[in-house]
Structure formats: structure tokens, C-alpha cells
């Protein structure tokens, strides 16, 4: 992260990382429908991959809620509070 925000010349970035249970993400891709993407075990590997990342975990959102707007409602209000805010500095 340190060299991707230096890259960027800003002086912080906000970012949030997504990360439903594992049981969720493979429920999401059993149920896509005219979607090239159906590898259950591509998902369990990439689920995998991130659960396991050196992330601080203020970043991370790992219970979404039911509804997107209660997501968004929930990252708006971390966004306005700088939960998410990561800088060099």
C-alpha cells in the first residue's frame, strides 16, 4: 500500500475491502446466472487469498448486511468518520 499511495501523489486514499464469509461467496456464484464465472474452487482460493492478506482490519467489511443500501449507509458513515482513510504519513 505504501507505494501504490506514493505512486498516486495524493496524500491518502480511502479503501475498503468486501469480504462476505467464504459460504456467502460461493452461495453468490452457485447462483449467478449467465455469468462466466463459476469456478467454486477459484472462489475458495481467492476468498483465501484475502482472508489471509496482511489488511488492516478497519478496512475490511466482512458482515455486508441484507440489503446494499445498508451497506452503502454503513460505508458512507465510516467514510465520513475516516475509518477507511490510509496514508504514507
Avoid: K, W
Amino acid at each position: 500500500m505504501p507505494t501504490f499511495v506514493r505512486a498516486t501523489g495524493l496524500p491518502h486514499i480511502n479503501y475498503v475491502i468486501l469480504l462476505p464469509p467464504l459460504e456467502v461467496c460461493l452461495e453468490r456464484v452457485r447462483g449467478r446466472i449467465g455469468h462466466g464465472f463459476s469456478d467454486l474452487s477459484a472462489t475458495r482460493d481467492l476468498h483465501a487469498q484475502f482472508a489471509d492478506a496482511a489488511v488492516d482490519t478497519r478496512h475490511l467489511i466482512t458482515e455486508p448486511g441484507d440489503h446494499p443500501a445498508q451497506l452503502a449507509e454503513l460505508i458512507s458513515r465510516a467514510l465520513d468518520d475516516g475509518r477507511f482513510r490510509y496514508s504514507t504519513s
